[in-house]
């Protein structure tokens, strides 16, 4: 299983980007993808999450710029990012808990760096 990244630059405060995030590989189906960050010197922090039937959660960060969704069939999870801020600057993870046979698992994307800054 892969999760491909993709999406991520340079852009200027309140601005906005789309993130994409592909899973490909032996894939019996996915429950919960979500987006993760690590900004420099900081932890990795989860900044949206949603269920295979579309419930969202969100960090209070991002909560009313950033909008999370899916396309199942696509086995795709995308990150709508506006008003974006400096503080908003990290490489962006992707995240899948899929199930491969009767195993489920967690499944990392590579990351994709997003700067903010004028």
């Known amino acids: 299983v892969q999760l491909q990244a993709s999406g991520g630059g340079l852009v200027q405060p309140g601005g906005s980007l789309r993130l994409s995030c592909a899973a490909s590989?032996?894939?019996?189906?996915?429950?919960?993808m979500g987006w993760y960050r690590q900004a420099p010197g900081k932890q990795r922090e989860l900044v949206a999450s949603?269920?295979?039937?579309?419930?969202?959660n969100y960090a209070e960060s991002v909560k009313g710029r950033f909008t999370i969704s899916r396309d199942n069939a696509k086995r795709t999870v995308y990150l709508q990012m506006n008003s974006l801020k400096p503080e908003d600057t990290a490489v962006f993870y992707c995240?899948?808990?899929?199930?491969?046979?009767?195993?489920?698992?967690?499944?990392w994307g590579q990351g994709t760096k997003v700067t903010v800054s004028s």
């Open positions: 995240n899948a808990a899929v199930l491969t046979g009767s195993i489920l698992r967690n499944y």
């Open positions: 590989g032996f894939i019996f189906g996915i429950n919960d």
């Open positions: 949603i269920t295979s039937g579309g419930s969202t």
